[in-house]
């Protein structure tokens, strides 16, 4: 039962321990923002969570490593206006979860967001399908598959540099995919006390990375005598290589390679539980996240187009087709295999970036009880102080998904395109209802069925700005969603098919199955209560029995 308010204090951020904590009174334990018992260290400060979000963004090596698939929807001109379109809608996005990540900081993110917008009456509902979109999404349809896939291609790529008749096959590049997430996943199990670290050397590589690129770009072409791409061809020589008539439909499709990209501003709020002060910190680090990611990407990308030589070369290249700008750039191996390796260690980086929170969002929506073995893969491990189940079978699944590369690319792709899609479905399911339980308006009324008991944190937007901005990200949401679904160009074949509708719909109708099985048992996380509420003590007991307190 809850102590009585003069006889507790509520001990501030800095003060809070873990579990692990020796307190004089083992009856008591410390419970956060979220309503449950703090079980993982605060290992990260303000600066090693703002390295996490840049470091799992990773805007410019997540755009290098895709860069031809994003040629074809428009030349080199579409890639850029796209890419700035599709910023602009995802800072919206990004406001708005940032807001709801001031107002109730919690590892679950948009999980718990959308368990508690729609109010008591949906919350349940709204935040187990939130929840399965989103763990979904991190798991088996983000950078955990991508970014390996793309290291260990960079991998191979350096390789052969040397090698002209080397011709790589799949499993070669399933060998190198192994390694990378096996690495990337120890890392994540074993070394939780020096992740903070690890995300600081990332961020400096991605940061010195990308300085040292941009620069390499725009002076070796120079040098060299291999010269530069003009400037028509970088701002507006238009090329729709996509089989679609209607070069506006062509432009909006090819968002998709920006938003995917940019399309990760709830990483860090996944460790909103592993932080002093989340509700100030979480919005800060998105923002840093989110404007970094944009700059560092712009000029990455003007760099490296101004250095394309012949673009069919690039177009048709036997394996990264990056390695042929880069040594288009450099006319030498030793230059290219220096820039390759460059891009290597972010995307590396990044890969353990994708491990923290594949597995944190895993964690938190299991410890709820909404996925099966529950029970494994919603604790945390008292000997390694992180989600160790929840982030072992995050391996497993991408191991699996390799597999699947091998024996068809097709499905691999299904899988790992269908990102942008589940991962904005979630951030809907959180953002939507905020807008129809009127924001943070109904805050000081009683509880009722559509009273979502949110109140600001330290980052409000305005009363008209947050509807907005709400409004708009809802809007490119719902549209983009479809469009997002369409084929990536015609004639439609086997091969170029978009399967991410079916990738969606097939895991919503699986959560939706296991909604009638364990949903009736479903509680699901809760509004906590305020500061300034009688009942808000900050400490609990999970005894019946009365706890003595000295007068």
């Known amino acids: 039962m809850a102590i009585p308010n003069q006889h507790t204090s509520v001990p501030s ?140 291609q960079i991998a191979v790529a350096m390789y052969g540099l040397y090698r002209p008749e080397y011709m790589p096959q799949r499993w070669h590049i399933f060998i190198g995919y192994l390694i990378v997430t096996w690495a990337c996943c120890a890392t994540v199990l074993f070394a939780n006390r020096a992740l903070p670290m690890v995300n600081n050397i990332g961020l400096f590589f991605i940061l010195t990375g990308v300085l040292i690129t941009i620069l390499v770009c725009a002076i070796m072409p120079h040098t060299s005598g291999s010269g530069y791409a003009s400037s028509s061809f970088v701002w507006s020589e238009w090329s729709n290589q996509t089989g679609y008539s209607s070069d506006g439909f062509v432009f909006l499709a090819g968002m998709l390679n920006g938003a995917y990209a940019v399309g990760t501003p709830d990483c860090v709020s996944h460790l909103a539980e592993e932080i002093p002060h989340p509700k100030r910190n979480v919005p800060l680090a998105i923002a840093a996240q989110m404007v970094i990611g944009f700059v560092t990407a712009f000029f990455y990308m003007i760099a490296i187009f101004y250095a394309i030589a012949n673009i069919d070369d ?91 590369y091998v024996g068809s690319s097709t499905a691999f792709n299904a899988f790992v395109g269908s990102f942008v899609v589940l991962s904005t479905l979630s951030y809907l399911a959180a953002i939507l209802p905020f807008i129809f339980t009127r924001r943070f308006s109904r805050s000081s009324q009683a509880p009722g069925p559509y009273i979502n008991s949110m109140r600001p944190g330290p980052y409000q937007m305005g009363h008209k700005l947050g509807y907005g901005v709400n409004i708009i990200s809802c809007l490119y949401i719902i549209v983009f969603v479809v469009i997002y679904c369409f084929p990536y160009s015609l004639p439609v074949t086997a091969v170029n098919m978009n399967y991410a509708c079916l990738i969606t719909g097939s895991m919503s109708i699986f959560a939706a199955l296991w909604w009638f099985v364990k949903g009736g048992n479903y509680v699901g996380p809760k509004a906590t209560a305020h500061e300034d509420e009688t009942h808000s003590a900050g400490i609990v007991a999970p005894t019946e029995e009365p706890i003595p307190t000295k007068e």
């Open 13 to 152: 951020d800095s003060e809070k321990g873990t579990m692990t904590d020796k307190d004089p009174d083992p009856r008591l334990m410390d419970v956060n923002d979220t309503g449950h018992v703090q079980e993982l260290e605060r290992n990260f400060s303000l600066f090693s969570i703002c390295s996490v979000g840049i470091v799992t963004g990773n805007t410019w090596a997540a755009l290098g490593g895709s860069i031809v698939v994003a040629i074809y929807n428009g030349g080199p001109p579409g890639v850029l206006y796209e890419f700035i379109a599709v910023s602009i809608f995802y800072w919206l996005v990004a406001a708005s979860l940032a807001e709801l990540a001031s107002s109730m900081p919690s590892s679950a993110g948009v999980y718990h967001w959308a368990s508690i917008t729609p109010g008591p009456k949906y919350g349940r509902i709204c935040g187990w399908f939130a929840g399965w979109w989103n763990t979904f999404a991190w798991i088996c349809a983000t950078e955990i598959a991508t970014m390996a896939s793309i290291s260990s």
């Open 314 to 404: 690039v177009l048709t290249a036997p394996y990264f087709p990056l390695a042929t700008i880069y040594a288009q750039a450099t006319s030498s191996n030793a230059g290219t295999l220096g820039l390759l390796f460059i891009i290597f260690v972010p995307i590396f980086c990044c890969c353990i970036g994708t491990f923290i929170t594949a597995g944190r969002c895993l964690w938190t929506i299991s410890r709820d009880g909404a996925v099966p073995f529950s029970g494994t893969l919603g604790v945390i491990s008292p000997r390694f102080k992180n989600p160790f189940n929840a982030t072992l079978f995050c391996g497993c699944f991408s191991t699996v998904l390799g597999a699947i």
